[in-house]
């Protein structure tokens, strides 16, 4: 076992550009500065949290990830059904 351990896995970032109330932006940058982070993490948490405990949406997006699922075992059928140098889309 090494002495020092590893660095935490840095998440994918991407940028995202928004245009919001120039209060919301003010109330923003000194949330930011009362906890010594960056505008970009408090609004990164700020969407965690809203994410997490909107029971709604969470149901929502569950039923879409499902929704995905059966379209790719759809597919999936159909190729195995049909010939393999025949390739054809579901009717949706």
């Keep these: 076992m090494s ?3 590893a ?3 840095q ?3 991407a940028t995202l550009q928004l245009r919001i109330d120039q209060e919301l932006k003010v109330k923003l940058e000194k949330y930011g500065e009362f ?3 960056t505008t970009a993490y408090v609004v990164s948490e ?3 949290l809203v994410f997490n405990r909107d029971a709604e ?3 929502w997006l569950e039923a879409q990830t499902t929704e995905g699922r059966e379209e790719v075992v759809a597919v999936e059928v159909s190729l195995t059904a049909d010939s393999p140098t ?3 889309t ?3």
């Design 3 to 5: 002495i020092l351990k």
């Design 7 to 9: 660095p935490p896995k």
């Design 11 to 13: 998440p994918r970032n």
């Design 35 to 37: 906890l010594e982070a």
């Design 46 to 48: 700020a969407l965690k």
């Design 57 to 59: 949406f969470k149901e």
């Design 86 to 88: 025949k390739l054809r």
């Design 90 to 92: 579901p009717h949706i």
